[in-house]
Structure formats: structure tokens, C-alpha cells
């Protein structure tokens, strides 16, 4: 792979398959930034890189992500634990500067494979706190360790819209309830994409092509994140988890093998 400084040309085609693939990620995001299903939310990124080059991706999915936050501000408003947010949000800032000096010096598989790789990962996360071989929240983290984690959330949710894993490492140890984490959740992350904002556009993953793409996304981002506050109160999410997983598993390896190959 030849490495070089990159200024991401974005090129979309508003097809028929774009749309195929764009409705049901961006409904599915929203439904995670209501409440429902975590997973979801980055879950968006590698489906559309798919279909898409991978800045693009990324980059059509940020405002997106942006107003769905809005969303799920005002369903959770006050109801987080602002230490623990502040402390992901500062920790946030470096990992973002860093994650953007690296995609800047990367070619399209590089930024592919490591959309592959976050999602793969993932997966195994959440499949080894499952089956009891990784125990997290035993002991309380103090908030300097949730500045560290907070970086790791920062860089990969620059990557793909991935910082959950690692926030969520550092929130099951402070034993926050399932409305206070999600809230905290949606604070910390409002704030980190606010940050994703400036280097996006600079390294040129956000252009003014996307802006028709938005206009048709828009509703369906709010009424998942509408579907997500209702589901967050009536639904269980085993099944959905489930489904999202054995998804999340085969999209990142094909993003992996395309990347390889």
C-alpha cells in the first residue's frame, strides 16, 4: 500500500443501491442514539463502506450522527453523570488529533482495513464479556483512567464512529444505572463528534455532494432515534444484539479481505 498525504476526494452516486444501503444504517444508528441497541450506531459506518470509499462513509454519517445526538440530548437531558463525561470528552481531544494526523498519511485500504478491524473487534468484546472472559467494572476507575480511555474512544471513533467499546469499559466501573450510562453516553459522544467536525472537513471527508443525501437522510435519523426511545423502555435487546453482532462480524471481514486483496 503505497502511504502518502491525503486530501479525501469525495464522490457520491445517488442510486437506488446508496439509498438501499443508507436508509436502514442511518434508522439503526438513530435507534442506538435513543437507547436501543448499542451496537447500531457503528454498525452505520462499516455498512456504508460497503457501497462507499470509506471516508465517504465516515464522513456522510457525522451531521447525521450530529442531529441524532440532538435526539437523544433531549431525551436524556440532565439525566447523565457529568464527571464521567467530562473526563471522556477531555481524554477525547488527543485521540482525535492523533487519529487525524494518521488519516492523513492513508490510502483508501488502509482506512478500509481499519474499519474492518474496529468492527471485528468489536464483536469479540462484546462476545467475551458475554461469555465471562473479560470482566469489567469489578473495581472503581478513577476519572484520570477515564481520561485514557477517552483518548481510545476519541481515535476510534475518528477511525468509524466507534468510540463506544472503549467509553463503555470506563462507565461499567463507575456503576452508573442503564439511563445514567446511556445519557452519559450521548453527552460525551455529542461532544467528541462536535470535535470530528474541523478535521473531517479539512481532510476533505465532508464536501458539499453529501448535502442532498443529508436532506433525504435527515428524517430517518429522527425517527430512529424516536424508535429508540421507545424501544429503550418496552423492547428487549438480546435478539437485536444478536443479529447486530453475527452482522457486524461478517461486514468487517469483508472490509478486511477487500482491503488485503
Do not use: C
Not at 31 to 45: D, E, I, Q, V
Not at 177 to 200: C, D, E, M, R, W
Request: hydrophobic content about 60%; charged content about 10%.
Amino acid at each position: 500500500m503505497k502511504i502518502s498525504h491525503v486530501i479525501w476526494e469525495i464522490e457520491l452516486e445517488y442510486s437506488a443501491t446508496f439509498f438501499l444501503f443508507a436508509v436502514p444504517a442511518v434508522v439503526f444508528a438513530g435507534m442506538s442514539k435513543g437507547g436501543f441497541g448499542s451496537a447500531a450506531s457503528f454498525a452505520a459506518a462499516p455498512f456504508l463502506a460497503l457501497i462507499l470509499e470509506p471516508a465517504a462513509a465516515v464522513g456522510l454519517m457525522l451531521p447525521l450522527l450530529m442531529l441524532m445526538d440532538l435526539g437523544g440530548l433531549k431525551a436524556f437531558w440532565r439525566q447523565w453523570d457529568w464527571p464521567v463525561a467530562r473526563a471522556l470528552i477531555m481524554g477525547a481531544v488527543p485521540g482525535v488529533v492523533l487519529a487525524s494526523a494518521v488519516l492523513g498519511l492513508t490510502d483508501p485500504d488502509v482506512f478500509r482495513f481499519a474499519i474492518g478491524v474496529i468492527a471485528v473487534g468489536f464483536v469479540l468484546y462484546h462476545w467475551a464479556r458475554a461469555g465471562g472472559m473479560l470482566r469489567l467494572g469489578a473495581s472503581r476507575m478513577s476519572l484520570w483512567a477515564g481520561g485514557l480511555w477517552g483518548a481510545v474512544a476519541g481515535f476510534t471513533s475518528f477511525v468509524s464512529h466507534a468510540g463506544g467499546p472503549p467509553a463503555a469499559v470506563f462507565m461499567l466501573s463507575r456503576d452508573l444505572s442503564k439511563t445514567s450510562f446511556q445519557a452519559t453516553t450521548v453527552l460525551a459522544f455529542s461532544a467528541i463528534n462536535v470535535l470530528k467536525i474541523g478535521p473531517y472537513v479539512a481532510l476533505g471527508m465532508i464536501s458539499t455532494e453529501m448535502a442532498f443525501g443529508w436532506a433525504v437522510l435527515a428524517p430517518f435519523a429522527l425517527a430512529g432515534v424516536w424508535l429508540g426511545v421507545l424501544a429503550h423502555r418496552v423492547v428487549p435487546e438480546r435478539l437485536y444484539f444478536r443479529l447486530t453482532y453475527i452482522f457486524l462480524l461478517i461486514t468487517g471481514t469483508k472490509l478486511i479481505w477487500d482491503a488485503l486483496s
